[in-house]
């Protein structure tokens, strides 16, 4: 394997996650907290500028090189658990998750936008520890490989085999001829996206760190908040409806908002998996509602709506913000929540899950079989907006998916190891798997993970990173084949 490069290409991506790091600094000191802030980020800042100085004289030592699919895999990997290692650090130097097993667990949590939590207490940490808990998932929401992608260019190093590595980031498919340029308008529409609703957050009346940390989490469907009780601390209408609508739209494949933006809206009428993603929400919502309203839960219609399509929207692009405990609705509503982890946002999206598009192709290839069952002398294959997938991208997605449900069964039965009830034990794969953060049982939206203990604890980390990078990127280190020549 191409040693060098992989390392240099490791020393750039956790001088990327410094960098935010040193922002997170800077901002700790006009808040006011500018001894927390050294602590807290002044090594782990002095560690990314040494990573940077040496991959910039690396490159001046070599000629451009470029990784090789099979270092690729191990390349994005190995970045986002380095990553989560490095963003454990301030936790751990300000002393507000003083256990490595607790901070690495918060540090993967945000980096795979999952959400899930082990601070009981979040309104007692420094902002400045908040803000860089928000920005762990802004990093990861769009991916810190396919920013990574955008930068290597400038330092000599070629990613054309990463974006494909990181599975989960926004699809492959190329806007322009030059990856690196796709990285970046990627990048942008989620920056542009991230400031409108910054701006609308504080025209509601979150103050400007307020608005930033929950945009972070909305368009990285994370859901870290910097209050207990998530979004339903503020009690405001105006705020959970920017907040439904932004999370349905980083549910959405990234690639139509850049057709958007060029004035294309053919997508929103053709796109099947577009549509049924907008099926699904609108009709758990009015389920919801209507379970809702039926039960008194909520005087009034617009009320019941308005709950109903925050949490339908927050399960099923996996962002795990809450502005109710959804414990306490009737069994139905439950039940939908419950389904709704299982979907997942759409593909190339910056959501978890096991993804619409997946989903839609299985259920055609199971109508195709159907088919053939009925005529075993017809020829049928699987179309999606009238387009013939080859068996090679069927059998992946089904592969894909067996391997996604198997994991679910296998994690299911580690939590249960540990003494604890069925109900949290696949609520919190789930929840982690599909990097949701809130599930049911004991790891319902009124709780925490702290209740774990840490091998628990780092088990859920590792389902984390299988989810956010797609199961295969990571199950293929340990295969055999992997490692011969």
Known sequence: ??????????????????????????????????????????PSVGLGAGLLAFSVVSAK??????????????????GWALSAALGALPYMLSGALPGFADAYFETMSGLTTT?????????????????????????????????????????????????????????????????????????LIYLGLTVIQIVLLMFGGMDWLDAVTHSFATMATGGFSTRNLSV??????????????????????FS???????????????????KTYLFIFAASTAVIAGDLLAHGNYADVATS??????????????????TADYLKWPALSQAVLFALMFVGGSAGSTA????????????????SEMKYLLNPRGLFG????????????????????????????????????????????????LATLGNIGPGFGRVGPAFTYSFFPDWIKAWLSFAMLLGRLEIYTVLVLFTRSFWRR
Not at 6 to 35: D, P, T
Not at 143 to 156: E, H, Y
Not at 259 to 273: A, I, Q, V
Not at 352 to 367: E, H, P, Q
């Open 305 to 322: 709506v308005r709950f109903a399509a925050f949490q339908a929207s927050s399960i099923l692009t996996t962002t795990g913000f809450a």
């Open 352 to 367: 978890g899950g096991m993804k619409v598009g997946r989903l839609v192709t299985m259920f055609k290839m199971g109508l």
């Open 382 to 429: 699987v179309f999606v907006d009238g387009r013939y997938l080859k068996k090679n991208i069927v059998y992946d997605i089904a592969a894909m998916v067996f391997l996604y449900s198997g994991t679910i069964v296998v994690s299911t039965l580690v939590v249960a190891v540990g003494g604890f009830d069925i109900l949290t034990g696949i609520s919190a794969t």
């Open 61 to 78: 030592a070599h000629a451009k090189p470029s990784l090789s699919p099979r270092t690729g895999y191990l390349f994005v990997t190995l």
């Open 1 to 42: 394997m191409e040693t060098k490069s992989l390392l240099r290409a490791l020393a750039i991506l956790l001088s990327i996650v410094a960098g935010f790091m040193a922002a997170c600094l800077v901002a700790g000191l006009f808040l006011g907290e500018a001894a927390v802030a050294w602590k807290a980020f002044g």
């Open 256 to 274: 139509i908002h850049w057709r958007l933006l060029r004035g294309d809206f053919k997508p929103l009428f053709r796109d099947s998996e577009f």
């Open 115 to 187: 959400g899930a939590t082990v601070i009981d207490d979040i309104e007692i940490l420094p902002r400045c520890i908040l803000l860089w808990r928000a920005a762990t998932h802004w990093i990861g929401g769009m991916g810190i490989v396919v920013l990574a992608v955008a930068v290597f260019p400038l330092l000599g190093l070629g990613g054309r085999t990463l974006m494909e590595a990181e599975a989960p980031g926004p699809s492959v498919d190329k806007f322009t001829p030059r990856l690196s340029q796709t990285a970046k308008i990627l990048w």
């Open 232 to 253: 339903g601390a503020y009690r405001s209408g105006y705020i959970d409806i920017v907040i439904t609508v932004f999370m349905f739209l980083a549910g959405m494949n």
